[in-house]
């Protein structure tokens, strides 16, 4: 079953925009993460914020979270084509494993 | 050494055919997984085991069969597919589950394809 709901499904940006991704998710957790994805490839970590936290950033990523809203949202910070990927939210709660969300398909052009 | 290998990269096989998914990681990980993904679509979770035992079965058919040998070792079993298993199997792998900072690695993948 799925936690997030990503929006929007696909972003077109070009080289040097940012790129803003939104996720919402329907129960309590203990934290969100976010992943990337190329293009038929594994996921790669991006950042993991805990439900007692509001912001993180890593690099040219900022994540947000706000638990209120049940929703959560990243930020990339002047998008480069090496962006261009497939994002993912995924949601622990307690007593289950990640529950990914549909994804969001970025597509960085330079 | 912060990798997950999955091996083969690529398989076909035949309904009738009995293969086996391979993945391994040396992070001294107590906790693997594996998730289906279809194209599109998020990653689907499958099993998990955690300290070398089956921990969640999120009711797959039993054609497919997962065994852990050992901590750094996680396999697949496959036996009579569907054409509609056809997918991209990945595995991952964490320190523990459910410790609330649960970052998990991931394999590059399998594409598996039946016919």
């Known amino acids: 079953s799925q936690q997030g709901e990503e929006d929007p499904q696909a972003l077109s940006i070009q080289e040097g925009e940012n790129a803003t991704m939104n996720c919402s998710y329907k129960?309590?957790?203990?934290?969100l993460q976010w992943y990337r994805q190329n293009s038929g490839r594994g996921l790669v970590h991006l950042i993991l914020i805990r439900s007692n936290e509001r912001e993180k950033h890593s690099g040219r990523l900022r994540v947000t979270l706000d638990t209120s809203k049940k929703s959560s949202s990243l930020l990339i910070t002047a998008s480069r084509a090496a962006d261009t990927a497939s994002y993912f939210c995924?949601?622990?709660?307690?007593?289950?494993?990640?529950?990914f969300g549909k994804g969001t398909t970025l597509s960085v052009s330079s | 050494d912060t990798e997950v290998t999955q091996t083969p990269k690529h398989l076909v096989m035949g309904m009738t055919n009995k293969k086996s998914l391979k993945c391994e990681q040396h992070?001294?990980?107590?906790?693997m997984y594996w998730y289906k993904q279809k194209a599109k679509k998020p990653p689907e979770l499958m099993f998990v085991y955690s300290y070398e035992k089956l921990s969640i079965n999120e009711s797959v058919p039993s054609r497919f069969s997962p065994e852990c040998p050992n901590s750094s070792l996680l396999n697949l079993h496959l036996h009579a597919l569907q054409p509609e298993d056809s997918a991209l199997y990945l595995c991952a792998s964490s320190q523990v589950i459910l410790a609330g900072n649960n970052e998990q690695f991931f394999g590059p993948g399998t594409r598996l394809t039946v016919l």
């Open positions: 995924a949601t622990e709660q307690a007593g289950t494993a990640l529950i």
């Open positions: 992070m001294g990980h107590r906790a």
């Open positions: 129960t309590s957790i203990n934290n």
